[in-house]
Every structure is written in structure tokens, then in C-alpha cells.
Nanobody, 125 residues
Framework: VQLQAFGGGLVQAGGSLRLSCAAS????????MAWFRQAPGKEREFVAA????????YYTDSVKGRFTISRENAKKTMYLQMNNLEPGDTAVYYC???????????????????WGQGTQVTVSS
């Protein structure tokens, strides 16, 4: 499975952006897709994930209530709607995917073998 992320940009604090990640190839029913982000000088961290079948979602605490992850099965596309953005959200955002990720591993970078290229999100204060 190949993943391609797009939709980043520059926005002022309090603004919104929507990221997209398109998948090509066989996304089986137990596929899980996720967003991670990496700020300069920091480790890549988990943001959100969604199960392809059933649509169950998971979020890191810092984005709950501000970010919404969703997917459109027919287009094999995942989205991340980011509202009320803060300067601390500035990072390169990566989409990732893997079959059969268990709940306890949802937020682990090592649980995902498929990665898209990053897209830069910059939030100015």
C-alpha cells in the first residue's frame, strides 16, 4: 500500500486546515490508518488513528476536541480536520497505515509499515 499525504500549509493560530491521505493498493478490512507529526528537534509523535472497518477513532490528548479524523472508504482516503490550531501544532505531518494494529499499539510508530511523505503544517502566533 502506498500513501500520499497533502493539504498542509501556513495558518494563523485559531485557524483550520484539513489534511488528506490517499491510499493506493489493497486496504483490507482490518486496515488502520493514522497521523503522526514531528516538530523540529522532537520525536515523531502519534496524533490520531482510525480503523478502516467500523471507523473507530483514537486521539492523543492534546488534540481531542480540536482535531477530527475520518475516512472515505470508496476513495481510500483519510482526513484530518484540524480546528483551533495552536503554534504547538507546527510540525511535519505524516500518514501511516498497517493491517491489524491492536489497540495497545495504535499510538506506536513501530506498529505501522506504510508511510506517506510528510506535509508541513505551520501555525503562526
Amino acid at each position: 500500500v502506498q500513501l500520499q499525504a497533502f493539504g498542509g500549509g501556513l495558518v494563523q493560530a485559531g485557524g483550520s486546515l484539513r489534511l488528506s491521505c490517499a491510499a493506493s493498493g489493497d486496504t483490507a478490512s482490518n486496515y488502520v490508518m493514522a497521523w503522526f507529526r514531528q516538530a523540529p528537534g522532537k520525536e515523531r509523535e502519534f496524533v490520531a488513528a482510525i480503523r478502516w472497518s467500523g471507523g473507530h477513532t483514537y486521539y492523543t490528548d492534546s488534540v481531542k476536541g480540536r482535531f477530527t479524523i475520518s475516512r472515505e472508504n470508496a476513495k481510500k482516503t483519510m482526513y484530518l480536520q484540524m480546528n483551533n490550531l495552536e503554534p504547538g501544532d507546527t510540525a511535519v505531518y505524516y500518514c501511516a497505515g498497517q493491517r491489524g494494529v491492536i489497540v495497545s499499539s495504535i499510538s506506536r510508530r513501530g506498529a505501522y509499515n506504510n508511510w506517506g511523505q510528510g506535509t508541513q503544517v505551520t501555525v503562526s502566533s
